[in-house]
């Protein structure tokens, strides 16, 4: 079955301790990225990724980092997550202009 | 980069009546334009899309319609029902390059 894997599904962390959350695609697409939901703010995109080693900042990639070593894995680590991070995250993959398939999403909460 | 702007912000309807969602975009280089329904818990999944050499596409209840010399496109249910009840996203691509998402729109259908 063609999916989008995100773990854990629900996360919550204290100020300034280091995390990652894990994406995982099986449908070989070159694109991966992450997003963020907040309210009435629809889904902002951090960091996408177009291929293997090669990643951009998007619209909001502030605090965070990602790394693409392989085609498959797309993980996004926050180094020092703050209040302002709390958000529901999502990763997607896709081809080049083609339809994105989004993982279930990853519920942080930093107090 | 691509700016999308997505209106109404919340839509309620009657179950049986249609429903409308519009969006505008800023760059003239994109060319696809998809539309994802985000249920309740659960990740964005693709409905219906369109690409720029097309006017207008059909899918059973629902279609989307593409204005390109006006830069917008909506997105039209028809005949709701109760299942029709989520949050709805527009977004646009330049060609190679990353989707952008409008705001959303929360559709609630009443019984």
């Known amino acids: 079955e063609a999916q989008v894997t995100q773990n854990p599904r629900y996360l919550i962390t204290v100020t300034g301790k280091k995390l990652t959350v894990t994406c995982s695609q099986n449908?070989?697409?070159?694109?991966m990225s992450w997003y963020r939901q907040d309210p009435g703010l629809g889904l902002r995109q951090i960091y996408y990724?177009?291929?293997?080693?090669?990643?951009d900042k998007g619209d909001v990639p502030e605090g965070y980092k990602v790394s693409r070593k392989e085609k498959r894995n797309f993980p996004l680590i926050l180094e020092s997550p703050s209040p302002n991070q709390t958000s529901l995250y999502f990763c997607?993959?896709?081809?080049?202009?083609?339809?994105?398939?989004f993982g279930q999403g990853t519920r942080l909460t930093v107090v | 980069g691509e700016n999308v702007e997505q209106h109404p912000s919340t839509l309620s309807v009657q179950e049986g009546d249609s429903a409308v969602i519009k969006c505008t975009y800023s760059?003239?280089?994109?060319?696809?334009f998809p539309w994802y329904k985000q249920e309740l818990g659960k990740g964005p999944q693709l409905i219906i899309d369109?690409?720029?050499?097309?006017g207008e596409k059909k899918d059973q209840r629902i279609a989307v319609t593409l204005n390109k010399t006006a830069k917008h496109f909506s997105l039209h249910i028809t005949e709701t029902q109760p299942e029709d009840s989520a949050v709805y996203f527009c977004?646009?691509?330049?060609?190679?390059?990353?989707?952008?998402f409008g705001a959303g729109t929360t559709v609630t259908v009443r019984a």
């Open positions: 977004a646009a691509s330049i060609p190679d390059y990353k989707l952008s």
């Open positions: 997607a993959s896709n081809r080049s202009g083609q339809e994105a398939f």
């Open positions: 760059d003239s280089a994109s060319n696809y």
């Open positions: 369109i690409r720029s050499n097309v």
């Open positions: 990724s177009m291929n293997v080693e090669v990643t």
């Open positions: 449908m070989n697409h070159e694109y």
